[in-house]
């Protein structure tokens, strides 16, 4: 069973800062994909990672992936409060089947 | 607008007592997919579908139950809710050749079983 564990599952940001969230899985695979969700909303894609060594960078934040390791991260640069949000990672399977991470809720302070 | 629907967005209910969540896509989606959202857990899967009257368990299926009649509708079918399905449901949606795109989720369904 793919396992997927994101750390820490709690950020507490200062504003203008770097950080840095951390998704680990346990089986191969070379698909993850980056969600944002605000509170009662739904899930924004914010990235998708296909390739062993892939970056993507929208504005401060910043995804990548290391198949090998099995392990993506997303940076942030500078932080500002409207970051303010839970990430998730999610790993794809070949059963068509996405496995989502817990969940890294980010709060970012003045 | 492309956009994944889900009706109703809230429902209470009484444990034993059937419910219907829809979801319905308008981009011509192949695959679609429901997930339940749980504090500490993230989302699990509970089935997907590949296309019309193609369909699987996921993580979580028990008590669940599904259809894909048409291309646009995945309804979620709960045929006897009990308490510990009380959660936030999501639909989803891709195209073939998903694995390029990230999926559309609809808004959410919060459902609380008495």
């Known amino acids: 069973e793919l396992k997927v564990e994101q750390n820490p599952l709690f950020l507490s940001m200062q504003e203008g800062k770097n950080y840095t969230i951390y998704c680990n899985y346990s089986?191969?695979?070379?698909?993850l994909y980056w969600y944002r969700q605000d509170p009662g909303k739904s899930l924004e894609s914010l990235f998708v990672?296909?390739?062993?060594?892939a970056v993507k960078q929208e504005g401060r934040l910043m995804a990548s992936l290391d198949t090998k390791a099995r392990l993506s991260t997303l940076h942030i640069t500078a932080a500002v409060h409207d970051l303010s949000a839970t990430y998730f990672c999610?790993?794809?399977?070949?059963?068509?089947?996405?496995?989502f991470g817990a969940g890294t809720t980010v709060t970012v302070r003045a | 607008e492309a956009q994944v629907t889900q009706n109703p967005r809230y429902l209470i209910t009484v444990t034993g007592k059937k419910l219907t969540v829809t979801c319905s896509q308008n981009?011509?989606?192949?695959?679609m997919s429901w997930y339940r959202q749980d504090p500490g857990l993230g989302l699990r899967q509970i089935y997907y579908s590949m296309n019309v009257e193609v369909t699987d368990k996921g993580d979580v299926p028990e008590g669940y139950k599904v259809s894909r009649k048409e291309k646009r509708n995945f309804p979620l079918i709960l045929e006897s809710p009990s308490p510990n399905q009380t959660s936030l449901y999501f639909c989803a949606s891709t195209p073939a050749g998903r694995w390029k795109e990230a999926q559309y989720f609809g808004p959410g369904t919060r459902l609380l079983v008495l």
């Open positions: 089986t191969t695979s070379d698909r």
């Open positions: 999610a790993v794809d399977t070949p059963r068509y089947k996405l496995s």
């Open positions: 981009m011509n989606h192949e695959y």
């Open positions: 990672l296909l390739s062993n060594g």
